[in-house]
């Protein structure tokens, strides 16, 4: 990767529908040429997928906490995951050191809508110990 492959993955990020034409203008390369840097970039798996990031706050997600969740057993690990990647509540998912074994990153409507996330699916899920829960009142940078 070379300066110009990291000015294509910036513009990409700022928006994946920017066609190859504007990449191209942008970093002075023929359209054949960015297209070629793309598709290598894909291959390499540099580039997993083009996605699109959506304004939570319209479709009614007006909360955003950071769950911290304690296991019990080391044998409870797969059927958390599994809950974890089938669960809409939740965006992210990170194996941490420390005095918690996950973090996750979990979207609702309002308190009562995590209460329930909380309090009748995570809290009832074989193996959790522990959980601790931090709302976040603003978002000063979201990076997808």
Aim: with cysteine.
């Amino acid at each position: 990767m070379d300066m110009i492959d990291m000015k294509i993955i910036q513009l990409l990020k700022a928006n994946s529908r920017t066609t190859s034409s504007e990449i191209a203008k942008r970093v002075i390369l023929s359209v054949p040429a960015v297209s070629e840097r793309i598709r290598k970039l894909e291959h390499e798996k540099i580039i997993k997928q083009f996605t699109l990031r959506l304004d939570r706050k319209k479709l009614d997600l007006n909360l955003m906490a950071f769950v911290l969740v304690s296991l019990d057993k080391a044998e409870h690990v797969a059927h958390f995951k599994e809950l974890v990647l089938n669960s809409d509540w939740v965006l992210e998912c990170h194996h941490i050191v420390g005095e918690y074994d996950y973090l996750l990153k979990v979207m609702a409507q309002n308190t009562e809508k995590l209460e329930i996330y909380l309090s009748h699916i995570l809290k009832k899920t074989a193996g959790v110990a522990k959980i601790n829960s931090i709302i976040a009142l603003s978002t000063l940078k979201e990076e997808a």
